[in-house]
């Protein structure tokens, strides 16, 4: 069946670090690809999406490329802040379907 | 514009107990679904409905109903609560012409059972 598969955290870096976590999917169909946010106590916003293949999605300074050939949808930041400490969450939901599959989520800590 | 809303936010109920679980929309959105977050597994899938009237299964539907009388909500009904239930509880909604845009998320409740 259709998973996603992140890196495990928690993630800490040092403000204005670089940051990636790593994704890959698998899926049986053609599936559109997310990365949500999660803040303490909260729930999730979505922040960027990529709906084919070659898609960049950007929000907020991140980005993520949708690579069909490797299967992956790996997140990046350029300078990371204590801000954007929280949980990450990759997701992908097939074409024309509205069960969207969630991984196991990746905690960044960033240190000041 | 509230979005998704869930009530309440947090509850303790003992084994065996049932209650309701709320989640409304002012979105219009078809589609809703409920999640369950553990810790180390993400989101997984109880139960979903694509319209008024319509709902079916997802990943771990045992132990819960819903129902969806409207677009507007949909309630999540434990029936009679176990330990194995506690977990943070999230809706979400989203509509066909964006289902690959995304959900709205509520911002979730945090269930006890002892």
């Known amino acids: 069946g259709d998973s996603v598969t992140q890196m495990e955290g928690p993630v800490t870096l040092s403000e204005e670090a670089f940051l990636t976590i790593n994704c890959t999917y698998t899926a049986t169909g053609y599936p559109s690809l997310f990365w949500y946010v999660q803040y303490p106590g909260e729930g999730l916003q979505l922040l960027l999406k990529a709906t084919k293949a070659d898609d960049k999605g950007s929000n907020k300074g991140f980005e993520a490329t949708y690579r069909k050939e490797t299967t992956s949808f790996h997140l990046e930041k350029g300078s990371v802040q204590v801000s954007d400490s929280a949980v990450y969450f990759c997701a992908l939901s097939v074409t024309g379907g509205f069960k969207t599959i969630f991984g196991a989520g990746t905690r960044l800590f960033v240190k000041a | 514009n509230a979005g998704v809303t869930q009530t309440p936010k947090f509850q303790v109920l003992k084994t065996g107990q049932s209650m309701t679980l709320q989640c409304a929309q002012d979105?219009?959105?078809?589609?809703m679904s409920w999640y369950r977050q553990d810790p180390g597994m993400g989101l997984r899938l109880i139960h979903y409905s694509v319209g008024a009237g319509i709902t079916d299964q997802g990943e771990v539907p045992n132990g819960y109903n819903v129902s969806r009388s409207t677009t507007e909500d949909f309630p999540l009904r434990l029936l009679s609560a176990a330990p194995s239930q506690t977990s943070v509880y999230f809706c979400?909604?989203?509509?066909?012409?964006?289902?690959?845009?995304?959900?709205?998320f509520g911002s979730g409740t945090r269930l006890t059972v002892v």
């Open positions: 979400a909604s989203s509509t066909p012409t964006q289902s690959n845009y995304g959900y709205t």
């Open positions: 979105m219009n959105h078809e589609y």
